[in-house]
């Protein structure tokens, strides 16, 4: 018997859906697995440290590998739905295709409002990182240079962005590995009071449930990014089957990178269950880094964990939104001027510096409000994820029928209840932004209807 083709492995064809593959499939499973860990960052919570801390009364790694476990049921609905649809989209495409395009808009909706949101929290926890580094330069200095600098980037075209990215990421995991040979070090010499304890990890007076799911809300954040792998299926060689193994191993190397490095920062905090507001918490990650090593490892800390870490990921993040803004105005769904390309760099222009004015405004609203930032981005890609979950059950046990209960239906299941937990003890503030940005979606939505703004999808693009 002849062995199947690359195709028949990788799942449906994109010709089958009515596509032709325009882009170029050259990227293999460790090429995945670099984007996907580099969009995560390998050190996403030194920069949330102290608020997830705080949030959770002091079990930070706890947080995280509840996380671990919550966003595995969401794995696996991102790598079902990735095999079955392997199309750029993600979770429009997958709420687009299961269950109609006024589902897809609502979760596209959704995960607009981390687009508009993640650079000005990319800009303001850099920000907070250069000012601990240098006190003297106020922090408005430090956000106008990050934003012109990127904006003037993302003007002159992203054609480095992934190059840049992966050196970023290989920075970010050396770092990792000097910062916690220094603190395990300090931890054996018990520098400022740390020693080996379960404390962290599990408080019997301290556990509840409904706190720790508080706290995830926040600490999501670190996990956002390993389902922007999907966004590459039509890039992948193997297609969605490639897309889904790059999604489980980025989760599971970045949770476990997570859970240690909180785990032994939270050593030198035994005893603590919250910290002051204000620098105390801004800074937690930085003081320990001074703590351990005096003032050059707290520069350290400060740059890679705070500056090096999120720059880039607002460089993307301001493209990515850009990019977002031009496809809808292209689509008659925005102003049509946001839709113009320069001619000579060939990039949407007028959107790049519509999103740099935007996030200029977002900085200032949210500059003493980080923590509800914070939580209202996870709104939005929760949310997301909740579509995913949505898209599992829709096409496989309701419209196909096929029988697989547990992986098509218990899953996602399970995987719902865990994010509609998270969402329902985040910060009352956000969840009701939150929302109201959803409920202005639906207006939007229904308002499209009537006027016949909402155009539907052409018959090769509904074809499951």
Known sequence: MDAPAASDRAGPSLES?????????????????????AMISPIA???????????????????????????????????????????????????????GQYAGFIAGWAIMLDYFLIPSLMYLLSAIALVSVIPGVPMWVWLAVLL??????NLLGVNNTTRISIYMLFFQLLFLAMFMVIAIFGVANGTAGAEVSAAPLYKPEGVELGVLFGALSIAALSFLGFDAISTLSEEAEGGGRAVGKATMIVLVVAALLFVGQTYVMSLFLLGQTSLPVGD???????????ALGGTWLKVLVSLAGGAFACIPSALTAQAATSRLLFGMARDGKLPRFLAHINESRRIPDRA?????????????FFAERIGTLVSLINFGA??????????????FTVKQRDGRWGRHLLMPIIGLAFIGYVLWNMESFALVAGLCWVSLGLTVLVAGKMFGTVNRMPASETRV
């Open 17 to 37: 859906f009515g596509y032709k593959q325009e882009l170029k499939r050259s990227l293999k499973l460790r090429d995945l697995v670099g984007y996907g860990l």
């Open 382 to 395: 929760l949310t997301g994820f909740m579509f995913v979950h949505l898209s599992v059950i829709s096409h």
């Open 352 to 364: 790049v510096l519509l999103v740099s004015g935007i996030t200029i405004v977002l900085m200032w």
């Open 45 to 99: 919570p030194i920069a949330v440290f102290g608020y997830v801390f705080n949030a959770s009364a002091g079990m930070v790694p706890l947080t995280y590998a509840l996380g671990l476990t919550a966003m595995l049921f969401t794995a696996l609905s991102y790598i079902t739905m990735a095999r079955a649809f392997p199309i750029a989209g993600s979770v429009y495409t997958y709420a687009s295709r299961s269950m």
């Open 280 to 290: 105390a918490t801004d800074q937690a990650s930085y003081n320990i880094g001074g």
């Open 148 to 153: 012109v600098g990127n904006g003037a980037a």
